[in-house]
């Protein structure tokens, strides 16, 4: 049975740092590709982070240079950083697990709650 289960977040105030983390088990997770996405009250899901089986990064445009993705392959961890956090990164983050081949994400964690606020 696979699961994902994510750690982590809660309230912070702008421009503190966060980190996820998301344990993935029940698969080979060298063999997944792991994203990070979030959705805000109101909002669609957005793509936040994903990092390929091979280590390659990709970031939401935006988010450059204040998000950082990384994964343990030794541990089925991945994990993201979080710094110079501002209140509109408020949100629920999902951690997600795709096979290498699928066009969506295969598995989801339960989603953590990330509030940026004085």
């Known amino acids: 049975q696979v699961q994902v289960v994510q750690s982590g977040g809660g309230l912070v105030q702008p421009g503190g740092s966060l980190r996820l983390s998301c344990a993935a088990s029940g698969l080979t997770f060298s063999d997944y590709h792991m994203g990070w996405f979030r959705q805000a009250p109101g909002k669609d899901r957005e793509f936040v982070a994903q990092i390929l089986r091979g280590g390659t990064t990709t970031y939401e445009d935006s988010l450059k240079g204040r998000f950082t993705i990384s994964r343990d392959n030794a541990k089925n961890m991945v994990y993201l950083q979080m710094n110079s956090l501002r209140p509109e990164d408020s949100a629920i983050y999902y951690c997600?697990?795709?096979?290498?081949?699928?066009?969506?994400?295969?598995?989801w964690g339960q989603g953590t709650q990330v509030t940026v606020s004085a």
């Open positions: 997600g697990a795709k096979r290498a081949g699928s066009t969506t994400f295969n598995y």
